[in-house]
Antibody, heavy 120, light 111 residues
Framework: QVQLQESGPGLVKPSETLSLTCAVS?????????WGWIRQPPGKGLEWIAT???????YYNPSLKSRVTMSVDTSKNQFSLNLSSVTAADTAVYYC?????????????WGQGTLVTVSS | QSVLTQPPSVSAAPGQKVTISCSGS????????VSWYQQLPGTAPKLLIY???KRPSGIPDRFSGSKSGTSATLGITGLQTGDEADYYC????????????FGGGTKLTVL
């Protein structure tokens, strides 16, 4: 059974960088499949942030592209998200998920989510 | 503003049937597969439907999906109080805002 678990600071100061890690168990992330990040501001809908494939090919939401970096650590079977220059608008629950990728584009396994608050 | 348009809310009585629509365009739904997710209160989204109309293992056949042109529909029959949740559609968009996209979500109330 594939399981994902997000970890990282729950509070980040404005203008700083938000850094999250997703640990994967039950499946090797170096195998086929993509891996992604999705966020959900309080009381709002889902927003795709980024996806990584083949340990290096990345796809970013155009609206966040200038601030986002995603990477994979196959030795630890985990992947990470960095979002720079954060503001209060980046306050959200951040989910990591397995992304089925092209051409089907669905997320079949999700982490439980981690709330990140941007505040001084 | 979401690329995919869903009604903010729908409601129906237990045992009844409800449908949730997801409207898009040729740059997303019209030329790509659609998926649906259920988000129970306080939990992570869960995949309900993929490839327009397929159900993952463990999803009851009370849940169904369909697609026609640039719109997709999620159907739920035999409504149960446990179905009260937010439902999201998702797909790929090939326009200038290219990427994975979601609808704004629909709150289902089982009266």
């Amino acid at each position: 059974q594939v399981q994902l678990q997000e970890s990282g600071p729950g509070l980040v100061k404005p203008s700083e960088t938000l850094s999250l890690t997703c640990a994967v168990s039950g499946y090797s992330i170096s195998s086929t499949y993509y891996w992604g990040w999705i966020r959900q501001p309080p009381g709002k809908g889902l927003e795709w942030i980024a996806t990584i494939y083949d340990s290096g090919t990345t796809y970013y939401n155009p609206s966040l592209k200038s601030r986002v970096t995603m990477s994979v650590d196959t030795s630890k079977n985990q992947f990470s998200l960095n979002l720079s220059s954060v503001t209060a608008a980046d306050t959200a629950v951040y989910y990591c998920a397995r992304d089925y990728g092209s051409p089907r584009y669905f997320f079949d396994y999700w982490g439980q989510g981690t709330l990140v608050t941007v505040s001084s | 503003q979401s690329v995919l348009t869903q009604p903010p809310s729908v409601s129906a009585a237990p045992g009844q049937k409800v449908t949730i629509s997801c409207s898009g365009s040729s740059s997303n739904i019209g030329n790509n597969y659609v998926s649906w997710y259920q988000q129970l209160p306080g939990t992570a989204p869960k995949l309900l439907i993929y490839d327009n109309n397929k159900r993952p293992s463990g999803i009851p056949d009370r849940f169904s999906g369909s697609k026609s042109g640039t719109s997709a529909t999620l159907g739920i029959t035999g409504l149960q109080t446990g179905d009260e949740a937010d439902y999201y559609c998702g797909t790929w968009d090939t326009s200038l805002s290219a990427g994975r996209v979601f609808g704004g979500g629909t709150k289902l109330t089982v009266l």
